[in-house]
C-alpha cells in the first residue's frame, strides 16, 4: 500500500500578507522539495474535499463554524484575535484543511492507503472547542480524529504532537474523553499558555525547555509518550506535525532538525505497527522557515512511505 499525500491549491489562496507567519509559501515549499527529490511520484497525490458543517460539530460548538463565517471579510484581512487572521478564501481554505483530514482517514480505514499527511492549512491544532485561535480556525486533527471514532473498528485513538507549541486546543476538545490519548512535547514556557498543566490520564503533556539539545526531546517521547501509547493501544494514530521547533525556525528556540523528525517518525510508525495495522494520519501543523519545513517533510514522508 501507499502513503497518501492530500493537499488542494485553494489552500494557498489564505493569505495574511507578506507580515504573517502562515504564508501560503509553506506549502509551496513543500511541494518544490516533493518535485524535485522525486519523491512525489511515489506518493498517492489526492485533492482535499470540504469538511461538512456535521463534521466540524464532532470537534466544536455548533455555532462555531457561524462565527467564523460572519468574520470573514468580502476584502482586505481582518483579525479574530492578535495572532489569528481571516482574508476572503479563508474558511474555503479551512474547511479544505479539515475536509482532507476526513478524507485522509477514510483512505486509511478503507485500506486505499497505509497512512497519510495532509498538507493543509490553515494549522489546527490551537483552536478550541469554540474559539480560534493560534493561527487556526478549525482544528483539523481533531475533527479527523472524533470521525475516526465514529466508525465500527475504531475503539481509541491517539494524537500525537511535537509541534513546538503546545495543543490546547486538542486538549481542550478531548480532556474529557479517555478514547483520546493526547502526547505533546512544547517549549515552555511559551504560547499559548493554556491547558499545558491539565491533570488528566489521557493527556501526555511535556514541557520542554528553550535552547534544549533533541535529545531532551527523544526522552520525553521514550519515557512519556510509548509507556502511554503502549498503555492506551490505539486502533489509530493521528498526528499533529509541526516542524516549527525546528534549530532554523524564527519562531522558537528548540534545536530539532530533519534527523530529528526522521527519527520520531520511525519511533510513531512503530508504534502503529504494533498496535494500529500501521494507521497513521498525519497533518500539518507549524513550521515557519519554508527550507526548513520543506525538508523536516520530505524526511517525515520518507519514513511513512517506507524509504
Not at 481554505?93 to 492507503?113: Q, T
Not at 487556526?136 to 511535537?162: E, K, P, T
Request: net charge negative; aromatic share 6%.
Amino acid at each position: 500500500m501507499t502513503t497518501a499525500l492530500i493537499s488542494h491549491k485553494d489552500c494557498q489562496l489564505h493569505n495574511l500578507g507578506p507580515e504573517h507567519p502562515d504564508s501560503p509559501i509553506r506549502l509551496a515549499a513543500i511541494h518544490k522539495v516533493l518535485e524535485r527529490t522525486g519523491l512525489i511520484d511515489q506518493l498517492d497525490q489526492i485533492t482535499a474535499v470540504p469538511v461538512t458543517e456535521e463534521q466540524i460539530s464532532l470537534a466544536h460548538h455548533q455555532l462555531h463554524s457561524k462565527r467564523l463565517d460572519a468574520q470573514q471579510p468580502g476584502s482586505g484581512i481582518v483579525y479574530t484575535d492578535d495572532d489569528t487572521a481571516m482574508c476572503p478564501d479563508s474558511m474555503n481554505a479551512a474547511r479544505l484543511a479539515a475536509g482532507g483530514v476526513i478524507l485522509a482517514v477514510n483512505r486509511v480505514l478503507a485500506g486505499k492507503a497505509e497512512n497519510a499527511f495532509c498538507a493543509v492549512r490553515p494549522p489546527g491544532h490551537h483552536a478550541e472547542y469554540n474559539l480560534a485561535m493560534g493561527f487556526c480556525l478549525f482544528n483539523n486533527v481533531a475533527i479527523g480524529a472524533a470521525h475516526a471514532l465514529q466508525q465500527a473498528d475504531i475503539q481509541r485513538v491517539a494524537i500525537l504532537d511535537f509541534d513546538v507549541h503546545h495543543c490546547n486546543g486538542t486538549v481542550d476538545i478531548f480532556k474529557d474523553r479517555p478514547e483520546v490519548l493526547v502526547c505533546s512535547t512544547f517549549q515552555h514556557p511559551y504560547y499559548p499558555e493554556r491547558y499545558h498543566q491539565i491533570d488528566r490520564p489521557n493527556i501526555v503533556n511535556c514541557p520542554i525547555a528553550a535552547h534544549t539539545e533533541p535529545h531532551i526531546f527523544h526522552r520525553a517521547v521514550e519515557e512519556h509518550w510509548l509507556p502511554a501509547l503502549d498503555a492506551h493501544k490505539p486502533d489509530m494514530i493521528f498526528i499533529s506535525a509541526g516542524f516549527d521547533a525546528h534549530k532554523e525556525d524564527p519562531m522558537a528556540d528548540l534545536n530539532l532538525d530533519e534527523e530529528d523528525y526522521r527519527q520520531v517518525t520511525k519511533v510513531i510508525k512503530a508504534v502503529a505497527e504494533r498496535h494500529s495495522q500501521g494507521r497513521i494520519v498525519s497533518v500539518l501543523e507549524g513550521g515557519y522557515n519554508p527550507v526548513a519545513l520543506a525538508f523536516s517533510v520530505q524526511a517525515h514522508l520518507e519514513v511513512l512511505a517506507g524509504f
